[in-house]
Nanobody, 117 residues
């Protein structure tokens, strides 16, 4: 399987960006889809996920970010509003499928988001 993110870029504080992640080579509807972000020197942070009827947001993004998916397009999205300078990071998409004896997962390559004046 392969995941390809897009939509990153530079934006001023208070602005918005919409990230996309398109999957190929896997049965997309079976996978929980996740967004993570990482700042150099810090651990990767799990910020949102969607799957099996459950949506999760980290407190750091709750109320500002919205995750959604389109199974027909094999895509997951992250709408980011009211962006703050501390949202600057590389954003990664991850697909996970838990089975009884293992967990399959795939990572995207990441897309840079920079929030600055």
């Amino acid at each position: 399987g392969q995941l390809v993110e897009s939509g990153g870029g530079s934006v001023q504080p208070g602005g918005s960006l919409r990230l996309s992640c398109v999957a190929s080579g896997l049965t997309f509807s079976r996978y929980d889809m996740n967004w993570y972000r990482q700042v150099p020197g810090k651990e990767r942070e799990h910020i949102a996920s969607i799957g099996r009827g459950v949506i999760f947001y980290a407190n750091s993004v709750k109320g500002r970010f919205t995750i959604s998916r389109d199974n027909a397009k094999n895509a997951v999205f992250l709408q980011m509003d009211s962006l703050k300078t501390e949202d600057t990071a590389i954003y990664y998409c991850k697909a996970t499928h838990e089975m009884f004896d293992r967990t399959d997962f795939y990572w995207g390559q990441g897309t840079q988001v920079t929030v600055s004046t």
